[in-house]
C-alpha cells in the first residue's frame, strides 16, 4: 500500500514514523494509503531546514521572490488535471469543485505575486529637525499552517502562498484525511525555484500539532478546522508567545425575504447547501424564510430541486456531489439527522441509507431537508457539515436577523432579497463576519480578507488580503537623524518631542 510521507529540506523524507493513519477512497469505501503520522523528531527535522534557508530567503529581493510565486501558479495550472483528480480521489468532491478549489488557492497566489507592492513602507521627511522616520514590514521567520480536510488546496495556498512571498519560511501540517494534494503543491514549489526549506509537508495529528504549538522557533500559526480545536491551538499558541489565528466551523444562514426571485434563490441553495456534500465551511445549511407564505412556496420549490439532484462518484461530470470524506464523518452527518428527528423537526426528505449503484460501501449521503426547526434544538445550533439543509421559519425581518446574529458560529450569511434598504440594514446590523446580498457563498475574493466572527474565528487577522500580509510581516521602524554638527543639542533628559 502506498505510504505518504513528509516533504522535509526538499525530499521525501523516510518513512520514520511510528504511526500512520489510513487515508480512503470514499467513492469505495476503503482504505487507499497510509499516512505518516510524524512526531517532534519529523518537526525538528523540518525546523532546522528551515532555519537554514530563511534567512536567504527574506534578503531575496521581493520581486525575485514574485517571481518564484509567477512560476509556481504556472505549474499549478500546468497540473491542474493531475491536482484535481488526486484531490477528488482523497477527498470525495467531484472534479470540476476540486479544481475550483485549487482555482480559489491560486487567486492567492496571483495576489501574493503583487508583494513587491505590498510591502512597501511608510516614510515621513523631516517629522522632526533634520529627523526621517521610515517604517518596513519585515517577515517573522518561519510559520507553520495546520490546514482541513475540506480545501486540500485552497487552505494550504491561503496561507503560504502569503508567509512565503512575503519572507518567510513555512511548514505546513495538513489534514491527515487527504494529504496528497498538499505535498505535490510543495513539490510544485521546489520546481518553481523556492529554495528547499521553504515550503515543507509534515503529516500527523494532535502529537504533530502539539509540536508545533509549543515549538520555540515558530512564531506564527495560521489554523483552520473545526471550533474546539481552533480555540485549542489559538490558547495553547498564544500561551506559548506565538501569533496565531484560528478559524473554527460555522453555521451559515440564508434569509429570504418575501420579495426574493425563489427560483433563484431555490437555484442557488441546492448548490449552496449540498455542493461538495455540504462539507464547506461557507455552505448554506439553514434556510431562513420570512413569512409563512414565503416558507410554503420556497419548501414547494426545495423539493422537486433536491430530488433532481444527481448524487455520483466524483470522477462522473454529471454529479452534483459526492461522498462525504470517510465513514466516521458519515456516522456522524446521519447521527446527527437522527437527533434532528428526535428534537421534533420535520424531516420531509432523508438522505440516509442513500447507496450507489456499484459503489454501496461509499461514503454517500443523500441531501436531506427538515422544516420547522427550532433555534433551541441542538441539531440548529451545532455545524452538522454534510448534506443537510435545514428551514428554520421566521415571522419578521427583525426575527431573521436576530437568528444568524445569535448564534455561536459568526462565518458566513446570505440575504435573499429585491429590497436595497433591507439588504443595507442586514448588511449593516447582522453580527457576523462576511455577508452576501444575494450572493450565497460569500467568500471574499483573495485581495479582500477572509475571516468569520464569534466562535467561527479566533485572533485578530483574517487570512489573505492585506489582513494576510500583516500576519505575516511584523513592522519595525526607523528614526534617523544624521547630525551635521551645527544643530544645538536639547536636553537629554527630557523625551523628546518633535514640538
Ligand atoms: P478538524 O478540526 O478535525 O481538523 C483540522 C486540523 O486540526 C487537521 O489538520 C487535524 O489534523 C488537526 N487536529 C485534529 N484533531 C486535533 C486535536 N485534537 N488537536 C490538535 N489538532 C487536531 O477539522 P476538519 O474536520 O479537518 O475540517 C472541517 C472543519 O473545518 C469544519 O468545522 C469547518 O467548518 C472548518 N473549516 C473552517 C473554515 C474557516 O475558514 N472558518 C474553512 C474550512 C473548514
Redesign the pocket.
Known amino acids: 500500500m502506498k505510504t505518504i510521507g513528509h516533504l522535509i529540506a526538499g525530499s521525501a523524507a523516510p518513512a520514520a514514523a511510528q504511526r500512520f493513519g489510513d487515508v480512503f477512497d470514499p467513492n469505495a469505501g476503503v482504505v487507499q494509503a497510509r499516512v505518516a503520522l510524524g512526531d517532534a523528531a519529523a518537526l525538528e527535522a523540518a525546523v532546522a531546514a528551515a532555519r537554514a534557508a530563511q534567512p536567504a530567503w527574506a534578503a531575496t529581493n521581493p520581486q525575485r521572490r514574485a517571481r518564484v510565486m509567477f512560476a509556481f501558479k504556472a505549474l499549478v495550472e500546468k497540473n491542474m488535471d493531475q491536482l484535481a483528480h488526486m484531490l477528488s480521489s482523497e477527498h470525495g468532491k467531484v472534479i470540476a469543485d476540486a479544481k475550483g478549489d485549487i482555482q480559489r488557492g491560486l487567486e492567492v497566489i496571483e495576489f501574493a505575486c503583487g508583494v513587491p507592492h505590498l510591502l512597501k513602507g511608510e516614510y515621513t521627511q523631516g517629522a522632526g529637525p533634520g529627523i526621517d522616520v521610515y517604517s518596513m514590514r519585515v517577515p517573522l521567520g518561519i510559520g507553520a499552517g495546520?490546514?482541513?480536510?475540506?480545501?486540500p488546496a485552497m487552505?494550504p495556498m491561503w496561507m503560504f502562498g502569503v508567509a512565503i512571498a512575503c519572507g518567510n519560511a513555512f511548514i505546513l501540517?495538513?489534514?491527515?484525511?487527504d494529504p496528497s494534494v498538499p505535498v505535490r503543491l510543495a513539490e510544485l514549489m521546489l520546481e518553481a525555484g523556492a529554495p528547499e526549506g521553504i515550503l515543507q509537508v509534515v503529516h500527523?495529528?494532535?502529537e504533530m500539532?502539539?509540536a508545533i504549538l509549543d515549538h520555540p522557533e515558530i512564531g506564527a500559526v495560521s489554523?483552520?478546522?473545526?471550533?474546539d480545536?481552533?480555540h485549542?491551538?489559538y490558547s495553547r499558541g498564544v500561551a506559548a508567545g506565538k501569533r496565531v489565528q484560528a478559524?473554527?466551523?460555522?453555521k451559515n444562514h440564508g434569509v429570504v425575504m418575501p420579495d426574493a426571485d425563489l427560483d433563484q434563490v431555490v437555484k442557488e441553495l441546492a448548490g449552496a447547501a449540498f455542493g461538495s456534500a455540504g462539507?464547506?465551511?461557507m455552505a448554506l445549511p439553514v434556510v431562513v424564510p420570512v413569512g409563512e407564505k414565503t416558507a410554503n412556496a420556497l419548501r414547494d420549490k426545495l423539493i422537486p430541486a433536491i430530488a433532481a439532484l444527481r448524487i455520483g462518484v466524483s470522477t462522473d461530470p454529471d454529479a452534483d456531489y459526492g461522498p462525504v470524506v470517510n465513514a466516521a464523518h458519515k456516522a456522524r452527518v446521519e447521527g446527527w439527522i437522527q437527533t434532528g428527528v428526535d428534537e421534533g423537526a420535520e424531516l420531509v426528505v432523508d438522505g440516509r441509507g442513500f447507496a450507489l449503484q456499484g459503489h454501496e460501501k461509499g461514503f454517500f449521503i443523500g441531501p436531506t431537508l427538515f422544516d420547522r426547526v427550532k433555534p433551541s434544538m441542538q441539531s440548529y445550533k451545532e455545524?452538522i457539515?454534510g448534506p443537510v439543509l435545514q428551514i428554520v421559519r421566521a415571522e419578521s425581518f427583525e426575527e431573521a436577523l436576530e437568528l444568524p446574529t445569535k448564534h455561536q458560529y459568526g462565518?458566513g450569511v446570505a440575504l435573499f432579497t429585491r429590497n436595497g434598504h433591507a439588504a443595507r440594514e442586514f448588511a449593516a446590523r447582522v453580527n457576523v463576519g462576511m455577508v452576501g446580498i444575494n450572493v450565497p457563498i460569500p467568500v471574499p475574493v483573495a485581495y479582500h480578507s477572509?475571516g468569520?466572527w464569534k466562535r467561527?474565528?479566533f485572533g485578530d487577522h483574517n487570512?489573505h488580503g492585506m489582513e494576510g500580509v500583516r500576519f505575516w510581516t511584523r513592522v519595525k521602524t526607523i528614526t534617523q537623524r544624521w547630525p551635521d554638527g551645527s544643530a544645538e543639542g536639547g536636553n537629554a533628559f527630557v523625551i523628546p518631542t518633535m514640538g
Open positions: 495546520i490546514t482541513p480536510f475540506n480545501f487552505i501540517k495538513p489534514s491527515e484525511r500527523g495529528d494532535k500539532v502539539d489554523f483552520v478546522g473545526s471550533s480545536i481552533a485549542y491551538v478559524m473554527g466551523g460555522a462539507e464547506r465551511c455545524e457539515f462565518n477572509f468569520g467561527s474565528a487570512q
